[in-house]
């Protein structure tokens, strides 16, 4: 059973164009979270998905980010017009939906700003 | 969402047993204690999490006061590779369910020296 997978791992955009982060949840797995972690910070959370709905995005920036996490394929977490302040690094989060389970976080996708 | 607190650093030397403890003066009935650590340049990675009784993993053990006010995790012979920020995190709960999004505060850096 494959774990959480991420793409790209690295990303590099100049200011102004979008960014597209893809995040493949465990099989079996209807939630999906997405949180940020900026420079020598903490993890945000920023939204949380479960299949074609947005459950909570109380951490979303109410400008230029937007998530989806449709019937089939990936959820994406969509940047655009990107700003060097959005250079960070973005994890994903699968889960079953099970109290007694716990979430399985991907490798990341560290995107850079020029 | 419950608050937790951990001492901001801990140190350790290899092979000894560390206790990282975690104060959740606030938590609920319902409200599962989960640990999760991140290794540098990683995502977060499940430790082990419970609810009453202590618990046991290949990683760690749980200790959770009678009062359920705190916790301590356990790892029972500290590794190089078990240096990492450990954060203790009480799952937000909605209507009574657990709703899985994590708020990761500033955790515990634990440093293993050789």
């Known amino acids: 059973n494959a774990g959480v997978m991420q793409n790209p791992r690295h990303l590099v955009r100049r200011r102004g164009q979008e960014a597209r982060l893809r995040c493949s949840p465990m099989k079996g797995h209807s939630h999906v979270y997405w949180y940020r972690q900026l420079p020598e910070e903490g993890l945000k959370f920023m939204v949380y998905?479960?299949?074609?709905?947005?459950?909570?995005e109380s951490g979303m920036p109410k400008e230029r980010f937007s998530a989806e996490f449709p019937k089939e394929g990936p959820s994406i977490l969509r940047i655009q017009q990107v700003v060097r302040g959005d250079s960070a690094a973005y994890f994903c989060?699968?889960?079953?939906?099970?109290?007694?389970?716990?979430?399985?976080f991907g490798p990341g996708t560290r995107l850079t700003v020029l | 969402d419950a608050k937790t607190t951990q001492p901001n650093s801990m140190e350790s030397n290899e092979e000894e047993p560390v206790h990282l403890p975690c104060n959740h003066s606030t938590i609920s009935g319902t409200d599962y204690i989960h640990w999760y650590r991140q290794l540098p340049s990683q995502g977060p990675e499940y430790v082990i999490h419970?609810?009453?009784s202590n618990v046991n993993n290949r990683m760690a053990s749980l200790a959770i006061a009678e009062d359920r006010k705190s916790s301590t995790l356990i790892l029972h012979r500290a590794t190089l590779r078990d240096a990492a920020v450990y954060y203790c995190i009480l799952p937000s709960v909605a209507g009574g369910t657990s709703y899985g999004k994590l708020t990761f505060g500033q955790g515990t850096i634990l440093t293993v020296h050789p």
């Open positions: 419970g609810l009453t």
């Open positions: 998905l479960q299949k074609e709905n947005i459950i909570d």
């Open positions: 989060a699968s889960w079953s939906g099970s109290s007694y389970n716990e979430q399985f």
